[in-house]
């Protein structure tokens, strides 16, 4: 018993093309040529005015908040209560330029008051809020 590989009765050569080798050396000229195409940068070339930096301006003032671990609030080494602290800021926040505000959490204060102290300060429109001090949380 012997396998028949093409028509049946017929010696003729097979015709057809191998197209497997012809299709692996298409893809790798297409990744070749894919990999040699140099990066397209979509960037947009504007010609922007140069701010003059102001001369003679002096920087904002600071406020130190500390919130020591008993949750006592200082505004500048003075204790103040939540209520307190509302109204400075409400005062504070109308200024021109707005004073920065430096909050510096004791490392072992709760969270809710540190939230708390933020809150009132986003309530009362403090725009310039920072935290000092992080490096104890290291």
Known sequence: MSMS???AGSDEPMMDI????????????IITLI???PPQTHATKLDMPQASPPTNAAPPPVIN??????NTIYWDGSAVTLPELESRFRSQANLVPQPE??????K????????QVLAA?????????????NEQFM
């Open 65 to 70: 908040l500390v919130i020591d671990s008993d």
């Open 18 to 29: 191998n197209t497997t080798p012809l299709i692996d050396v298409m893809l790798v000229l």
């Open 121 to 133: 300060a986003q309530r009362n429109r403090m725009e310039k809020i920072g935290f000092v001090g």
């Open 101 to 106: 505000l430096h909050v510096r959490p004791d």
């Open 5 to 7: 590989v093409g028509s």
């Open 35 to 37: 990999m040699s195409i």
């Open 108 to 115: 072992w204060t709760k969270y809710d008051m540190v939230a």
